[in-house]
């Protein structure tokens, strides 16, 4: 581990004191961000429940399945669906946030 000096006393270099003393700078957040993080999140969200819904009736239809099994099926796209919009929120976030972007 290598030491730093960075006046009196000397820091040990970690991921949160790197050498090169750059303090990360503060997330932007105020009503413009949220509401674009919010208005992402929910366009993202409709288009995917839709997209598994309207793929659980699909195979349901073609495969002539009972409607416990298509709701089965609906349920794990629906999985799918949440995660895919739990993951572009958090993009949004952090693309929204970040102050390069503000």
């Known amino acids: ?10 820091m040990p270099e970690t991921a949160a004191f790197p050498l090169s003393g750059i303090l990360p700078q503060r997330r932007v957040v105020n009503a ?3 509401m674009g993080v919010v208005g992402m999140t929910l366009f993202i969200a409709t288009e995917a429940y839709a997209a598994a ?41 952090h693309a929204e946030t970040d102050p390069e972007n503000n």
């Open 32 to 34: 413009a961000v949220i």
């Open 53 to 93: 819904a309207l793929s659980a009736w699909a195979v349901g239809g073609l495969l002539h399945l009972g409607q416990t099994t298509t709701l089965v099926i609906g349920g794990l796209f629906a999985i799918g669906a949440t995660a895919a919009t739990v993951a572009s929120a958090r993009l949004a976030w």
């Open 1 to 10: 581990m290598r030491m730093r000096d960075t006046g009196p006393a000397a």
